[in-house]
């Protein structure tokens, strides 16, 4: 079964991602709250799939994904942005994130990014 890991700073967000992904049929191994620990448990658990919130509290996503791809070129991290932050999307494609998707966004949006990067 592949591993995900949710990252956002709202609980319930991180919720609703995870409950997407084991629906999906894959195993959430973490969630976290902030960037810095996202890169803490990333090394640790070395996940599938990420799923990365841009604004956090402690790291950014963007430095957090930065830091993840820096030491794990082949990560597959996909970033969630609310509306109004897409400037920073180009940045993190260039660090190597895969894909990008802005809230609020419908699950099989999600699911279709999902399934392009795991097949």
Request: include cysteine; charge should be negative.
């Amino acid at each position: 079964m592949p591993t995900v890991m949710v990252v956002d700073d709202a609980l319930f967000m991180r919720s609703f991602i995870s409950k997407l992904f084991e629906e999906w049929g894959f195993t959430v191994v973490a969630q976290a709250s902030n960037g810095k620990k996202a890169v803490a448990l990333f090394k640790e658990l070395q996940p599938d799939l990420i799923t990365m919130d841009l604004t956090m509290p402690v790291m950014t996503g963007l430095e957090a994904s930065k830091r993840i791809m820096d030491e794990f070129p082949d990560a597959k991290i996909i970033m969630i942005t609310a509306l109004g932050q897409q400037r920073h999307i180009k940045e993190a494609l260039g660090y190597g994130v895969k894909d990008f998707i802005v809230k609020p966004f419908k699950p099989e949006e999600l699911k279709q990014i999902v399934d392009t990067l795991c097949s």
